[in-house]
């Protein structure tokens, strides 16, 4: 017999074993499941939950993530991207945020840029 098959008859007669008790007639509709977990739940848009996730999920992925009021967004995004020769920004992009980066540094992925205009040139 296969090791796969071993494994697969394994899991069966642990299953059989944990249904030993429960009675043939019963059915899935007689036996209430709780569904109020919170897994899977999202926090509602611009909640401080939802900040929070957002920020965590960032610095997962080792991005850079700095809160500021909706006053200071503008000036902070030019003084982060200051020595850049070229930003790409989203579709979207809100024009108040754009017009602090200088329109001859911004480049849009619509229509969809090639990988190697927006790879940095070392050579």
Do not use: K
Request: hydrophobic share 35%.
């Amino acid at each position: 017999m296969h090791g796969w098959m071993n494994a697969r008859a394994e899991a069966l007669r642990r299953i059989r074993h944990s249904l030993r008790d429960v009675p043939g007639s019963e059915r899935d509709e007689d036996v209430p499941v709780p569904r109020d977990c919170s897994y899977g739940v999202t926090p509602p848009p611009g909640s401080t939950e939802a900040v929070d996730l957002l920020t965590e999920r960032l610095a997962d992925y080792g991005a850079s993530v700095r809160l500021v009021s909706e006053g200071d967004v503008t000036a902070t995004i030019a003084r982060s991207v200051d020595s850049r020769r070229s930003v790409v920004v989203p579709e979207g992009f809100p024009p108040a945020w754009r017009s602090a980066l200088g329109p001859e540094r911004v480049l849009t992925d619509v229509p969809r840029l090639p990988v190697a205009e927006l790879m940095p040139q070392r050579w």
